[in-house]
């Protein structure tokens, strides 16, 4: 299957906030982007957690607001890795997975043994040391937008927040009433950029995976808590739904798990990234013996790269000094449904049926509707 490669500075997920900026007149001194999007004194930005262009495409009748909104704009992508925390970063600095650092689900603490969860987040690790470029919420601040962020209340001190919607009001809000109450008393401000997260359809597409009834109800509830948002806001606002990523049923025959195969463990310090795209980080002058023997193992259902070969393709953009140590020395990129788990070190993986992270069209492409 072949990999779609992310559209960095043109039509990727960071790149939608510069135009939104754009849409909204103001110069936030933003880079290109190829995003169009219509004049609005107000934006929505409704980030759906898994909501991938092709499933959404897939199912018409349980989302019929949002297929109807497909046609206008083809899809844009999500970064390398095609996973949450880079995505949500990606989005909220308008940098690159390169240039800001949040590089996947886990990745190496330089200098340590140690992996940074992405999600989770480890308190020895100052969120803006790890990134410290300014968002793009703070530079909308100041040139006069109002910006908000309306999620969930647990969320609102984490460090994946800091790290990527800083500068921007948070509301926390756990029910769709709250939300939509929130998001209609923020763009009451003029300009203003909202952003909203909801997680549940990721949730569920884990838990049951994407080919399930459980999967396609919730779609239908988002579908419908969609529309009630667009409803709810003044006409003048514009609305825009994208995703992070969309995602993969990877049944158990297309899994294989490192612990049972211990020639995959020689050569490694560290096991990290995620099941479907792996950061393993070498022992000194092991990175050619470690290609070799995973190139072996896994054949074509992954793509085995070098930190350099990964880079040289753009998979992170333009990457900083200090972000380079943080990619892993091999990088492994599944193909099809395949996926790569480890009982030890990742045990609640095993218990997912749906993933994501690698660069495949069903990861990779997001959607983009505007309404």
């Known amino acids: 299957m072949s990999f779609v490669e992310p559209a960095y500075h043109d039509r990727s997920l960071g790149d939608l906030l510069p135009a939104v900026a754009a849409a909204l007149g103001v110069d936030a001194a933003f880079g290109p982007s190829g995003w169009e999007l219509p004049e609005a004194p107000a934006y929505v930005v409704l980030l759906v957690d898994g909501l991938g262009h092709e499933l959404v495409a897939e199912h018409p009748d349980e989302a019929p607001w949002l297929c109807s909104l497909l046609g206008a704009r083809p899809p844009a992508t999500a970064g390398v890795p095609s996973t949450t925390a880079t995505s949500l970063t990606s989005l909220g600095t308008a940098l690159t997975p390169g240039e800001h650092g949040v590089v996947g689900f886990t990745s190496r603490v330089p200098g340590t043994d140690h992996l940074l969860n992405a999600l989770l987040w480890d308190k020895s690790v100052d969120p803006l040391e790890w990134q410290p470029n300014a968002t793009a919420f703070t530079r909308l601040g100041a040139v006069g937008v109002h910006t908000t962020v309306v999620s969930k209340r647990e969320f609102a001190r984490s460090g994946l927040t800091q790290a990527g919607q800083r500068g921007a009001d948070y509301v926390g809000a756990d029910r769709v009433g709250e939300r939509l109450v929130a998001v209609a008393s923020a763009t009451a401000h003029r300009p203003s950029v909202t952003y909203v997260y909801d997680g549940d359809l990721d949730w569920t597409g884990h838990r049951y995976g994407v080919d399930s009834p459980q999967w396609r109800a919730q779609l239908a509830a ?96 333009a990457v900083a000094p200090a972000v380079r140590p943080r990619l892993g020395d091999v990088v492994v990129a599944a193909r099809g449904d395949f996926a790569v788990m480890s009982a030890a070190d990742f045990p609640y993986e095993a218990r997912l049926v749906g993933l994501h992270g690698s660069l495949t069209p069903r990861e990779m492409l997001i959607p983009v509707l505007v309404s």
Do not use: K, N
């Open 222 to 317: 988002t579908d419908a808590a969609g529309e009630q948002l667009r409803d709810c806001l003044d006409p003048a606002v514009r609305l825009v739904v994208v995703a992070d990523h969309g995602m993969v049923d990877s049944p158990p025959e297309s899994r294989i798990d490192v612990d049972d195969q211990p020639e995959l463990r020689d050569g490694l310090a560290i096991f990290g990234g995620e099941a479907r795209f792996r950061h393993l980080y070498c022992a000194g002058g092991a990175v050619d013996d470690v290609v070799a023997t995973w190139r072996g193992v896994v054949g074509d259902r992954a793509l085995v790269l070098t930190r350099d070969e990964a880079i040289s393709r753009g998979w992170f953009g």
